[in-house]
């Protein structure tokens, strides 16, 4: 069973940045493709961005060229810049070939 804890949620102006982190508890080359999905209130889950175990990438039209997903060991990372009011949600970090999804962490983002 693989466990994934996220980090690095907080309240940040628009235009601002945060780095969140997703620690799983094997490595990312065994667990496969992982990813970042998302849900603000009142809407449902949507997917972030996905990076696979050869580090091949994929964005959401909404935060392309704005986020970058890497990896790194047993850690994915999800860096968020130029943040907008409309990226504020709940962060999650997921392991879909285990069915696997952190706890989510916060991202606010206001003036």
């Known amino acids: 069973q693989v466990q994934l804890v996220e980090s690095g949620g907080g309240l940040v102006e628009p235009g601002g940045s945060l780095r969140l982190s997703c620690a799983a508890s094997?490595?990312?080359?065994?667990?496969?493709?992982m990813g970042w999905y998302r849900q603000a209130p009142g809407k449902q889950r949507e997917l972030v961005a996905t990076i696979t175990e050869v580090g091949g990438t994929n964005y959401a039209d909404s935060v392309k060229g704005r986020f970058t997903i890497s990896r790194s060991g047993k850690s994915v990372y999800l860096q968020m810049n130029n943040l907008k009011p409309e990226d504020t949600a709940v962060y999650y970090c997921?392991?879909?070939?285990?069915?696997?999804w952190g706890q989510g962490t916060q991202v606010t983002v206001s003036s």
């Open positions: 094997a490595s990312i080359s065994i667990i496969g493709i």
């Open positions: 997921t392991a879909p070939f285990y069915a696997a």
